[in-house]
């Protein structure tokens, strides 16, 4: 349901964007968001959309912006100011926001497509 696509090799202070297509339901009916791992690493956030609220990781606000393209039912991830510990496969994800936990449930996933940032 969801297709990352994407990723790739920058230079640190460069720019990539991501692309997460999904299908014209769970575009609709669900936040949509990143997540990346790194070698050795947990999953993190990075960033999600609900409707027209954003969220973002600390360490990439004010870097990367999320937004809806809603033609295609696609969420974009641009990633500018890139730095080597951006380094990761970066996933896309849909699910439901909890405004109880400030939170997000993550129900469907897409493969991860690698980000790799050089020094």
């Known amino acids: 349901q969801l297709q990352a696509f994407g990723g790739g090799l920058v230079q640190a202070g460069g720019s990539l964007r991501l692309s997460c297509a999904a299908s014209?339901?769970?575009?609709?009916?669900?936040?949509m968001g990143w997540f990346r791992q790194a070698p050795g690493k947990e999953r993190e956030f990075v960033a999600a959309i609900r409707w027209s609220a954003t969220d973002y990781a600390d360490s990439v606000k004010g870097r990367f912006t999320i937004s809806r393209e809603g033609a295609k039912n696609t969420v974009n991830l641009q990633m500018n100011s890139l730095k080597p510990e951006d380094t990761a496969v970066y996933y896309c994800a849909a699910g439901i926001y909890s405004s109880n936990r400030r939170d997000y449930d993550m129900a469907y996933w897409g493969k991860g497509t690698q980000v790799t940032v050089s020094s």
């Open positions: 014209a339901r769970t575009y609709t009916n669900y936040a």
